[in-house]
C-alpha cells in the first residue's frame, strides 16, 4: 500500500470572528486574527492518497488528482476572502481546521466521479497556514 502526497499552494485571506461572541470574546479567542480589516496567508496544501500500485506501477494517477484539486478546491480559494467570497463555511469561523475539514468534504464528494473503483482513496489534508502552524486531518475523520 502507498501513501502519495501533492503539494499545492494558494494564497487567501480570512478574518476569524464568531457573530456568536462579543467583540471582547472575538478578541481574546482568535487575538490579532480578528483584525476587522482581515488578514491573508500563503498556504500549502497537502493531498495523501493510498492504494496499491496498479499495473502501470501507480497508486495515484497525479494528472488526474491534480485536475480535482485544481477545479474543487483551487479554482475556489485562491486569491479570494474566505469571509467574503467562498461559501463554504456558512456560520462557521474560517480557521484553518474548518478550512482543512471543507477541502476534505469537497474532496471526497467529488472523488468517485474521477477516481471509480476502490483505489486510490483520500487519506489526509494538510494545510500549513505558517512555518509553525500546520494543521492535518485523517479523511475517515471528515464527514
Known amino acids: 500500500m502507498f501513501r502519495v502526497t501533492r503539494r499545492y499552494q494558494f494564497a487567501c485571506s480570512h ?3 464568531s457573530d456568536f461572541l462579543s467583540e471582547t470574546e472575538n478578541s481574546l479567542v482568535y487575538g490579532k486574527c480578528n483584525n476587522p480589516y482581515g488578514h491573508g496567508h500563503n498556504y500549502v496544501l497537502r493531498i495523501t492518497a493510498r492504494g496499491p500500485a496498479n499495473a502501470a506501477g501507480q497508486a495515484v494517477n ?40 471543507a477541502i476534505g468534504q469537497r474532496l471526497k464528494q467529488n472523488w468517485n466521479s474521477v477516481f471509480a473503483g476502490d483505489w486510490p482513496r483520500l487519506d489526509q489534508v494538510c494545510i500549513e497556514e505558517t512555518p509553525r502552524n500546520i494543521f492535518l486531518i485523517n479523511a475517515d475523520e471528515i464527514e
Open 15 to 17: 478574518r476569524l470572528h
Open 62 to 101: 497525479i494528472q488526474l488528482l491534480d485536475d480535482l484539486v485544481k477545479r474543487e478546491i483551487l479554482g475556489v480559494i485562491d486569491h479570494r476572502n474566505l469571509n467574503a467570497d467562498v461559501d463554504w463555511f456558512g456560520v462557521a469561523v474560517p480557521t484553518s481546521e474548518n478550512l482543512a475539514v
